[in-house]
């Protein structure tokens, strides 16, 4: 359901049709009504009736463009006119409706128009649809920016920077999306997750025989990825000898199969990515200085969650994982938001983890939290998986408390120990929390249990 829609034309059952979706219809008998009507009303979606003639809806499609208006514009068309159909949806129709009656097809419409702006929520306008950055904030402005630029060029290699954390990977996607499309391949690998042979083999592939195990020929990643692109993830982790080699194949464009003799043209994008400061690196003699010259052409910065300039995204990437989690099916839909205390305990944490830890935060708090709004309790930032006695008593409470609420919390639980008879797991259900968050909180406040409801639970029944 929208809120306005306006229709165009004196078809009445155009104006039929839009009536089921809209709680106020605007109607403009032509075409030349239009402008002062989205003027005064600012309508969600245009419609234009069959009765309009295609050259009048190209026509106002085009002002449209000019006047820079972005309203959605819907019209009717019979299905049978292929050619006006596609003509429309090449001049920038959102979509088609087959006849008035078609009822069905204009939810499918309606619902469609929807979903894309609940997605715009979270996204910049020219990220594209495939690669989720979520993020507005100026520092994702600027970064959404420089991959258009990149994208659009020749440049080879691409090189992106970045904390841990920051989301390298899908700015490289994104960049291999705009550039290539999703009909070439994207294929990636971590070198620091692999030993050195290892890594020159899954790179540049082998010939039979080069080596002991190898009792077959194996196509590298730089053949495999043809016209596409080829991600190396923290290629600072790359060794010296190896680093040798990726130059050669970037400023000779040819390589070699390990214990192979042909050379094989590489007419892939090679995008690699760090989370070290590379000309570092190569000062200290750990990173090749001319790989590192040959990398930073127009290198794409990613800023941390902690810089000023992208603190804005704390939330809308919270709000994001939160409306999107798959951890815990049966909670999905049911938990609409948190407290103002967990945002505020959000936005005061330092994200050394960047959006991983905050992913890991929010999937958490939904895993733990029995209502449908999150609430500090369940907003855990530090976890000490190594505590043998009890792991749970290492989570800590997420930010600086409210003294009023810290108290509130250690009186309410409190008394649910009391009344359970200090059952903790009867208290955990009374209070809508786990068994092991109880202990925590039992811990962190130094709740101790009264000798008379000690003597209480002693007496027989």
């Known amino acids: 359901m929208l809120e306005k829609i306006l229709v165009v034309g004196r078809q009445l059952q155009a104006q039929q049709l839009a009536r089921n979706f809209t709680q106020r219809l605007y109607v403009a008998d032509d075409a030349g009504d239009i402008w002062t009507l989205i003027e005064s009303s600012e309508p969600d979606l245009i419609l234009f009736d069959a009765d309009v003639p295609h050259d009048t809806i190209h026509l106002s ?4 463009q000019k006047r820079e208006i ?7 068309c019979p299905k049978e006119h292929t050619e006006h159909v596609n003509r429309l949806l090449d001049a920038g129709v959102f979509d088609v409706v087959d006849d008035y009656e078609d009822v069905s097809r204009m939810g499918q419409i309606i619902d469609k128009l929807q979903n894309i702006e609940a997605e715009s929520e979270f996204f910049l306008a020219d990220c594209p649809a495939s690669v989720p950055i979520v993020g507005k904030s100026p520092s994702m402005q600027k970064t959404m920016q420089m991959i258009r630029v990149v994208a659009s060029s020749s440049c080879n290699p691409v090189l992106i920077v970045g904390k841990t954390g920051t989301g390298k990977e899908m700015v490289a996607e994104a960049v291999h999306t705009l550039r290539h499309g999703s009909d070439q391949k994207f294929v990636a690998i971590n070198c620091a997750a692999l030993t050195a042979n290892l890594l020159e083999s899954e790179l540049f592939g082998h010939v039979k025989g080069s080596f002991t195990s190898a009792d077959r020929e194996k196509t590298g990643l ?14 600072s982790e790359m060794p010296m000898d190896l680093q040798a080699k990726l130059l050669r194949v970037l400023q000779e464009k040819t390589f070699r199969k390990v214990g192979g003799t042909e050379e094989i043209t590489c007419d892939a994008t090679i995008i690699a990515s760090s989370n070290r400061n590379l000309l570092e690196e190569a000062e200290k003699g750990r990173f090749r200085q001319d790989l590192y010259y040959r990398l930073c052409i127009c290198p794409i910065q990613l800023s941390p969650l902690s810089h000023s300039n992208r603190r804005d995204d704390i939330l809308l990437l919270a709000k994001y994982f939160l409306q999107n989690s798959v951890i815990c099916p049966e909670k999905k839909g049911k938990i609409k938001g948190m407290t103002k205390l967990a945002a505020e305990a959000l936005l005061r944490h330092n994200w050394a983890g960047n959006v991983r830890e905050l992913k890991n ?4 708090a939904i895993l733990l939290e029995q209502s449908d709004r999150i609430g500090t309790t369940n907003i855990i930032l530090h976890v000490d998986c190594f505590d043998q006695d009890d792991a749970s008593a290492s989570f800590t409470a997420a930010a600086e408390k409210d003294f009023s609420l810290e108290r509130a919390e250690k009186e309410l639980i409190a008394k649910a120990l009391d009344e359970s008879g200090w059952q903790k797991t009867r208290a955990a259900a009374l209070l809508g929390i786990t068994r092991t968050t109880l202990y925590a909180k039992v811990k962190q406040y130094n709740i101790q249990q009264a000798e008379k409801t000690a003597q209480k639970t002693l007496q027989p029944a």
């Open 61 to 64: 499609l085009a002002t449209f």
């Open 70 to 76: 972005n309203i959605p514009v819907v019209t009717v």
């Open 222 to 235: 730089l053949e495999l990825a043809q016209d596409g692109t080829v991600f190396l993830d923290e290629i």
């Open 361 to 364: 935060v929010i999937e958490r």
